[in-house]
């Protein structure tokens, strides 16, 4: 665990709580407006914000888990709780992007007037809501648990502002399949925020390198630590959104461990400045290595 786990999870847990009873009020108010005003886009918000719900609460959720130690059954803790939670979010955003979108459709088969007075008032008062959440959000913790409940948000906040644009032109023009058109804008950008978090932990979760950083990059770095002969079975992956981990083999020089300490220390050092690598499994070698069914393998020297 990082030093600030505690500090940013405190915080995050204060943010999340008063996000959700905030996020709760406002779902009550777009159902009994959406329904009094016959407006599909105050019906979608709802949705959406039943969706930040779901998300405020897994994340609240993840937060616990991960503030949880380590224990001998779990020996990295609990990091991947706030993966799973994102995970889960954005699948639930394309869910209810369908959803919005197969009943634009069916709104515009079946037109149906719109109240659009009662759709700004109540936009209005969801832009300050879904504003001021994500400015929180926006200044706890930055992993994918909460960065997925912050695009959840920010998402919220321009479609609420795109529904108070659409009350207004429906005011000015009488048209109300503007509503419809409304909602289909909505589900389309529900499905832009969530496809990035989908990418990002399949990504942890598949262990595939993290995001932003370059293999090659990495081991030009070590190779760079003097002392260093060669790099090889290089791996890093993430353990969570913000903990990424490697093992790597290191050729050196056929010398004592007490001056092989120095280069490790080096090559730590190296990963920790350049690239917020801490957990580390790294094998010293001074022989040649072959592979073997997936594994590297030292080979003497005197070897056939």
């Known amino acids: 665990m990082h030093v600030h786990a505690h500090g940013g999870s405190d915080r995050a847990t204060r943010v999340l709580r008063l996000s959700l009873a905030v996020t709760a009020g406002y779902i009550v108010l777009l159902l009994i407006a959406g329904i009094r005003s016959h407006s599909?886009?105050?019906?979608?918000?709802?949705g959406h914000n039943l969706s930040d719900f779901v998300a405020l609460l897994l994340s609240l959720f993840a937060v616990?888990?991960?503030?949880?130690?380590?224990?001998?059954?779990?020996?990295?803790?609990?990091?991947?709780?706030?993966?799973l939670a994102a995970l889960v979010n954005a699948a639930t955003l394309v869910i209810i992007a369908f959803l919005i979108f197969y009943e634009a459709v069916r709104r515009i088969e079946q037109p149906q007037q719109v109240r659009a007075g009662v759709m700004v008032w109540?936009?209005?008062?969801?832009?300050?809501?879904?504003?001021?959440?994500?400015l929180m959000l926006y200044r706890t913790d930055r992993d994918v648990n909460i960065r997925s409940a912050l695009l959840h948000e920010i998402g919220d906040t321009l479609s609420t502002a795109?529904?108070?644009?659409?009350?207004?032109?429906?005011?000015?023009?009488?048209?109300?399949?503007?509503?419809s058109a409304l909602s289909f804008?909505?589900?389309?950008?529900?499905?832009?925020?969530?496809?990035?978090?989908?990418r990002e932990t399949l990504n942890i979760l598949l262990e595939g390198t993290p995001r932003g950083m370059e293999l090659a990059r990495v081991e030009a770095a070590i190779r760079a630590?003097?002392?260093?002969?060669d790099v090889h079975d290089l791996h890093v992956w993430s353990i969570g959104s913000e903990t990424s981990a490697l093992?790597?083999?290191?050729?050196?020089?056929?010398?004592?461990?007490?001056?092989?300490?120095?280069?490790?220390?080096?090559?730590?050092?190296?990963?920790h400045h350049d690239f917020r690598i801490d957990h580390t499994t790294i094998q010293f070698e001074h022989v040649v290595c072959d592979v073997a069914h997936g594994c590297v393998i030292p080979v003497p020297d005197d070897s056939h």
């Open 64 to 83: 616990y888990l991960h503030s949880r130690p380590p224990s001998a059954k779990h020996t990295y803790g609990y990091q991947r709780a706030g993966v």
């Open 162 to 179: 795109a529904v108070i644009a659409g009350g207004w032109a429906i005011l000015v023009t009488g048209q109300s399949w503007i509503d």
């Open 122 to 134: 109540v936009a209005a008062a969801g832009v300050l809501m879904n504003g001021a959440i994500a």
């Open 185 to 198: 804008g909505i589900g389309a950008l529900i499905l832009w925020s969530s496809f990035g978090i989908m």
């Open 40 to 46: 599909l886009a105050l019906l979608s918000e709802a």
């Open 247 to 271: 093992s790597c083999h290191i050729s050196i020089a056929d010398i004592p461990p007490s001056v092989s300490e120095r280069i490790l220390r080096d090559v730590k050092r190296c990963l």
């Open 225 to 229: 630590v003097s002392g260093v002969n």
